[in-house]
């Protein structure tokens, strides 16, 4: 889906290739044409959006972020079930999504929701479970229960 950010892909149809292709046009590509064309494959649908939306996360923006991650997640849900890695991780990026437009309460949700299946699926002292627990105390701070971060954080 990314590949047409290269100068070949790009004259596909007699276009010029523009060589100055931002990724935000890349991503914005990518994503319109991602619809129908995995239908017979949700898993990979799934894993290109949540990489869509993740890289849309990293260049702060958090609408397209959404959108992407939410389909990536329904996605994974069925697919996978909910506490499957990938549904974990989209999961996460979705709460990360949340945390940055402000909607904290969600987020905060989200992130005592992935530490829960994360503690039940690998156990507390897998990696994942303890990244999960620092992204609930990241919330948990932000939402000014700084005890309760504190504690988590411990």
Same mark, same amino acid.
């Given at each position: 889906? $990314?590949? =047409?950010?290269?100068?070949? /892909?790009? @004259?596909?149809?007699?276009?010029?290739?523009?060589?100055?292709?931002?990724?935000?046009?890349?991503?914005?590509?990518? +994503?319109?044409?991602?619809?129908?064309?995995?239908?017979?494959?949700?898993? @990979?649908?799934?894993?290109?959006?949540?990489?869509?939306?993740?890289?849309?996360? !990293?260049?702060? $923006?958090?609408?397209?972020?959404?959108? =992407?991650?939410?389909?990536? $997640?329904?996605?994974?849900?069925?697919?996978?079930?909910?506490? *499957?890695?990938?549904?974990?991780?989209?999961?996460?990026?979705?709460?990360?999504?949340?945390?940055?437009?402000?909607?904290?309460?969600?987020?905060?949700?989200?992130? =005592? =929701?992935?530490?829960? +299946?994360?503690? /039940?699926?690998?156990?507390? !002292? *897998?990696?994942?479970?303890?990244?999960?627990?620092?992204?609930?105390? @990241?919330?948990?701070?932000?939402?000014?229960?700084?005890?309760?971060?504190?504690?988590? +954080?411990?």
């Amino acid at each position: 889906m $990314l590949a =047409q950010a290269s100068a070949r /892909r790009q @004259v596909i149809g007699n276009n010029k290739p523009d060589p100055d292709l931002k990724v935000r046009a890349a991503l914005d590509r990518a +994503a319109a044409r991602i619809a129908g064309q995995f239908d017979s494959q949700p898993q @990979v649908e799934a894993s290109i959006r949540t990489t869509i939306g993740n890289a849309y996360l !990293d260049l702060g $923006l958090d609408l397209p972020a959404g959108q =992407q991650l939410k389909k990536a $997640l329904d996605l994974d849900r069925r697919a996978f079930g909910a506490e *499957h890695p990938n549904t974990l991780n989209a999961e996460t990026l979705l709460g990360k999504v949340y945390a940055m437009q402000g909607k904290r309460a969600e987020a905060a949700a989200i992130a =005592q =929701q992935v530490l829960d +299946a994360r503690r /039940r699926t690998v156990g507390s !002292d *897998h990696p994942d479970t303890i990244l999960a627990l620092s992204d609930l105390a @990241v919330v948990q701070g932000a939402l000014g229960k700084s005890a309760d971060a504190e504690k988590l +954080a411990q």
